[in-house]
Nanobody, 122 residues
Framework: QVQLVESGGGLVQTGDSLRLSCAAS????????MKWFRQTPGKEREFVAA????????YHADSVKGRFAISRDNTKSTVYLQMNNLKPEDTAVYYC???????????????WGQGTQVTVSS
């Protein structure tokens, strides 16, 4: 089992930045590809970003490319999502996820956090 706890969400204005964190515990952190998803009511879950086990490779959805950056610190068992130039359409609950699958571009996961709300006002 892996426990994932997100933090860092909040209410910001258009153009602001936020950094989300996700602390993992349980199984060895470096076993997992780490991912971020987001979801708003009435919409499908969106796969936002992923980072490989060794942090060497990243994936970002087109909707966030150039504005968001995923990273991880394996010494702290933590994955981050730096979000810059936020827009109202980025408003969502953001979820951290862990996957055994090594391929970073597939939107699957095996463990899921409780989510953190990000609200961007116009």
């Amino acid at each position: 089992q892996v426990q994932l706890v997100e933090s860092g969400g909040g209410l910001v204005q258009t153009g602001d930045s936020l950094r989300l964190s996700c602390a993992a515990s349980g199984r060895t952190f470096t076993f997992f590809t780490m991912k971020w998803f987001r979801q708003t009511p009435g919409k499908e879950r969106e796969f936002v970003a992923a980072v490989s086990r060794d942090a060497a490779r990243t994936y970002h959805a087109d909707s966030v490319k150039g504005r968001f950056a995923i990273s991880r610190d394996n010494t702290k068992s933590t994955v981050y999502l730096q979000m810059n130039n936020l827009k109202p359409e980025d408003t969502a609950v953001y979820y951290c996820a862990a996957a055994w699958e090594e391929t970073i571009t597939v939107p699957n996961f095996d463990y899921w956090g409780q989510g953190t709300q990000v609200t961007v006002s116009s």
